[in-house]
């Protein structure tokens, strides 16, 4: 029973996902609350990726784009108290979603001073001096961050059966930088959440049959609404809402319709586009909810000291959308030169796929304190996503696990995953859901490291 119990604890440390679809980071596994008797863990997941690509499609240039996801952290941590032999109690920590991207170089996702604003021979500077304004500098950079804390009771009515559900509080903050003659107008955008925290539950249930090291367990964890009152910055539609940038606008315009580049309907509809841009001190609170999921968890002996494991998880990432409050408004006002046409407006980041995962795996004990693993994965994706986020369309992986257990009590593990990306075509918020994109990203790769430790009091 005790050499079960290790290749059992050892599977469960070294196949859980290092990267999914769309944000999705950490895989929300219940298997730590699925331990028995009392159970302590912690660990921790890197995850280097490289992801590169090409200027194409509706992008005016064909330059390339460096690796522009910057390597990533992931703690964890879960306790489970048996508390008597029917009840029990547990607590997992986790960042269940996460990105992180900064393009740099030479392309069209980094400001310059002669990037265009709204027509040609107006640009970022020469709009910055008739404003007083500043001129647009720096790299687009993409940065959320959700933690979630999870409080678990359960049930268990015999050694078969576990009925468990719980609240959860989930935490989210984010930063955005748009820059880069790509993004129009929001060239210069910014976007800044400090943390808020709102709550969320779970529950499910799980079944196992320990002589055989049968175990099997499906667990629902609701979607969370936040409510994020940000500060928003756009550099040049605050510089155009004066009336020094009405102005100027309008001068140029006139110059263009009198040699013959815009026809006076044009410059009309330009004029009535800039007339109605919201103020610069508007601000309001910007609402989304994070997506709910389904987590399908089983494992199973083939022979003495042999397991076979693995896991298949659906996220609704097709219900979600994340528009900031002062950007929504505008793109209701500028969707109209979009590409495509957004007379509605349009959200900063919107997926239209739901993500499907699976991992299966074979545990094998090498020794009384050795163990080893081997796992295949793969990932559907989100969709094609906006470039502001690192666009990827899923991914298959391989992965190597080994565990060393000094003595029943407690042991020490470690993983290794390598991910071939799905190649992707980048979109803009307002090209989301259209053939329409900015950039193409193949041959891609992500390289994930695990470690933990676990211990039984």
């Given at each position: ?64 784009i460096s690796d522009i996801i910057n390597s990533a952290y992931n703690p964890s941590a879960a306790l489970k108290l048996q508390l008597t032999p029917q009840f029990s109690f547990g607590f997992i920590y986790d960042q269940p ?266 545990g094998q004990r090498l020794s009384d304190k050795w163990s080893g693993s081997v796992s295949i994965g793969w990932d559907s994706g989100a969709g094609e996503r906006v470039s502001t986020g690192g666009p990827n369309k899923g ?63």
């Open positions: 029973m005790k050499k079960k119990t290790l290749v059992i604890v050892m599977a469960s440390i070294c196949t859980s996902p290092l990267y999914a679809a769309a944000f999705d980071r950490s895989g929300q596994s219940i298997s730590a609350f699925l331990q028995p008797g009392n159970y302590f863990e912690g660990g921790i997941k890197v995850l280097d990726t490289s992801l590169e690509g090409q200027e194409a499609g509706t992008n005016p240039t064909r330059n390339s979603y996460a990105s992180d991207s900064e393009y740099t170089g030479n392309n069209s996702f980094v400001a310059k001073p002669n990037d265009t604003v709204l027509v040609p021979g107006i640009n970022s500077t020469t709009l910055a001096e008739k404003t007083g304004g500043e001129v647009v500098t720096g790299n687009t950079k993409a940065s959320f961050d959700m933690q979630s804390f999870s409080f678990i009771g359960g049930y268990q009515p015999n050694k078969y059966w576990n009925l468990y559900a719980g609240p959860v509080y989930q935490t989210f903050k984010s930063n955005v930088n748009l820059r880069g003659q790509v993004f129009g107008l929001y060239n210069g955008y910014d976007f800044e959440a400090k943390e808020v925290g709102d709550w969320g539950w779970l529950a499910g249930f799980a079944y196992q049959i320990p002589e055989k090291a049968i175990k099997a367990s499906l667990t629902y964890r609701s979607s969370i609404h936040h409510e994020v009152k940000a500060n928003e910055k756009l550099s040049l539609v605050d510089m155009l809402s004066t009336q020094q940038g009405r102005d100027f606008l309008d001068e140029h315009l006139a110059y263009m319709v009198s040699i013959g580049q815009m026809t006076e309907a044009s410059r009309a509809a330009l004029n009535h586009v800039v007339a109605n841009l919201p103020d610069a001190g508007k601000s309001g609170t910007t609402k989304f909810k994070s997506p709910e999921s389904v987590n399908l968890e089983f494992q199973t002996g083939l022979r003495k000291g042999t397991l076979l494991f693995g896991n298949l998880r659906w996220v609704h990432w097709s219900d979600f959308e994340f528009k900031p409050y002062r950007f929504g408004e505008i793109s209701e006002v500028v969707g109209a030169l979009s590409t495509p046409s957004r007379p509605n407006g349009f959200n900063l980041v919107r997926y239209y796929d739901d993500q499907w995962s699976a991992n299966l795996g074979i991914y298959y992986s391989v992965g190597l696990g080994a565990q060393y257990s000094p003595t029943t009590k407690y042991f020490i593990s470690g993983g290794l995953k390598y991910l071939w990306l799905g190649d992707a075509k980048g979109q803009l918020g307002a090209q989301a859901g259209s053939e329409y994109y900015v950039g193409e990203y193949k041959n891609n790769y992500s390289i994930g490291y695990g470690l933990k430790i676990g211990y039984k009091f």
